[in-house]
């Protein structure tokens, strides 16, 4: 019985097969799936059809990609090395069929999924926004590995096609048309008779262009390599994500050799897959889609929102929701305040969607609105004023009569608690608090704050709207700092101690990095704005031990606040830091990686004590999406964990006879440290 690919034979003989997997919202490459593949295409082999056609039976899908959840579940490279070859031979398969074969793609066609296109003669993609072609093989610590090396350089040539695997990065239909990855690329309800009139011509393939070719050739291939590695160490760090640099010298070794190309796959991947690094990041992604699915208790649609206060945050959350779809109306005190807001948007809109006419739809769909009007229409209402107690709880009780009454009403607050927001509000058990981050276009995290009050379906509903966004959905417990800037904070706070003393912030930033964070607290604390650095640290002050550093206040009040305004701990120029070079030797940049990273995980610690979360994963998966924290560590507590916890705990014992109570381990750890 065929469960996951159905087959039909039309009346000009052409063979449609039909990729739906039961009860799942996306098809992927499961092991069971790929065997039924496998005799589907011997069955249509054997009736000789004068073409097949592939494609999906889910709506905003083609094939999402290979079973991730199987990668975490295997033991050995040997393993891994077995369902590789096993799938090289499915694909050959298909390569192989004597007839036209066309891959029919509508929506997402990612890792395994492209991979199995490619090894179409022909690929047709929509023109609709949820059609995405890519690689995403490189953040999960691997590159493609069922063909998708030696196949992409056949079609596209090999630095187009490098680039396309070592950016791990999507493209639209229109896109990938361009670089020749698709034949066509179409509306939607012209796909099907695409597909006929491919089969019926049978037109050969054109090889990619020269100059596409002539870095591939044995002379060459060294320099471009190099030249490969050099783009690659821009981003990241080889002793960090080892995967780009392995498909580089996977491609400097064999390509020009098909068999080498595959027996290369079949080695090099397993190696990777079963990597700590692989398995980190595979670790993340699941955790990922443990937060998306989280939302799914709820059918809340939201059609308009109202966002209140037109700051560069409030601005942003506007501009993002309306890049998702949403009718959203910006209110802020005058229109000087709202027409920065709305130019911003523009940018976001031109770099994102790249077409005047949608350019201009978004632009239709962010209404300013200094008068409020579009409060009392609005499905969600977002309260993105600045950090102060009074002028929120001022504005909630202004609100809350005009409002509609099952509207969902969110504060943006970043640190203070719901309990004292909802005071002035006739239905305190309303207000559920949404927390962005910044910048809005980049962090996929949004913190979901929820005090025992808060009923579970309104909980549910904001979860909801959060997953529309395109945002991963954290539920946080209300408390001071929530969950992110409480771990985050001391981090910093330690980063402004030693600058204190006198350490150079080139040093400070640098010792993050080779830890493995995405940027330097130093920077981090200046592109967040020094103000807000310092409002969080006050409102924490009385939780976290240690002063707020003087060096801090006295910038601020000297109104140094960073990026925004051109000075704080660096001199900005053009949006970027004037940095000296680092000079320190790794001994002392590791004195300095151990303290701020240490008061990071102590304190993650005791949020996992105190509740603040529901468990240790939802922990990790705050803190790597909300902060960056190292992803190819998998989170804060499960380093702890994969080093050992009874070496962070004596770290921490001895940084605190060395520096004092900051570092005194929390009571947390008696849960995490090996029993005698």
Known sequence: MN??????????????????????????????????FDTQLVAIAQTHPKGLVIQSGKEKGFIAGA??????????????????????????????????????????????????ALACRYRIASTD?????????????????????LRSIRLLGHMPAMELMLSGRNLVAKQAQRIGLVDHALPRRQLKNAARQLIHEAAPRKPPRLWHRLPGSAPLRPLAAALLRRQVRKQVREEHYPAPYTLIDHWRRNAGNAAGMYA??????????????????IRLFLLQDRLKSQAMDSDFHASHVHVIGGGVMGGDIAAWCVLR??????????????????KRAHVLFQRKLRDRYRIQDAMDRLMPDHQGKGLNKADVVIEAIFEDLDAKQSLFADIEPRMKPDAILASNTSSIPLQQLAGVLANPRRLVGL?????????????????????????????????????????????????????????????VILLNEGVPG????????????????????DTVGLDICLSVAEKLSGLLPGKVPENLRRLVEQKKLGRKSGQGFYAWHDNKPRKDKSVADRETLEQYKDRMIMRLINESVACLREGIVADADSLDAGIVFGTGFAPFRGGPLHHVQEEDPDKFFSKLQKLEYTYGERFAPDAGWDKLLTKP
């Not at 739906?20 to 799936?33: C, G, H, I, Q, R």
């Not at 949820?130 to 063909?147: A, H, K, N, S």
Request: charge should be negative; include cysteine.
């Open 3 to 36: 469960k996951h690919f159905h087959l039909q034979q039309d009346k000009q003989g052409l063979a449609w097969l039909t990729f739906d997997s039961p009860d799942k919202a996306a098809n992927v490459l499961t092991e069971e799936a790929l065997e039924e």
């Open 67 to 116: 079973d991730v959840k199987a990668f975490s579940r295997i033991d050995s490279p040997g393993q891994a090395e077995q369902l590789i070859l096993r799938v090289h031979d499915i694909f050959r398969r298909l390569e192989a069929l004597s007839f036209p074969t066309v891959a029919l793609i509508h929506g997402f066609c990612l890792g395994g999924g492209l991979e199995l």
């Open 129 to 149: 926004p949820v059609t995405r072609l890519g690689f995403p093989e490189v953040r999960l610590g691997i590159f493609p590995g069922f063909g998708g090396s």
């Open 264 to 281: 290369s796959e079949a080695r090099r991947v397993p190696e990777l897959l079963t990597g700590s690094t692989a398995q980190n990041l």
């Open 325 to 342: 779809g949403l009718r959203v109306s910006l209110q802020d005190r005058g229109p000087e305040q709202l027409g920065r807001a709305i």
């Open 435 to 495: 927390h962005f981050f910044n910048p809005v276009a980049k962090m996929p995290l949004v913190e979901i704050v929820t005090t025992e009050d808060t009923p579970d379906e309104l909980a549910a509903s904001a979860g909801s709207f959060i997953r529309q966004i395109g945002k991963l959905p954290l539920p946080v417990r209300s408390h001071p700092g929530f969950l992110v800037n409480r771990v985050l904070m001391p981090y910093l706070m330690e980063a």
């Open 506 to 525: 080139v040093d400070i930033d640098r010792a993050a990095r080779d830890f493995g964070m995405p940027m330097g607290p130093v920077e981090l604390a």
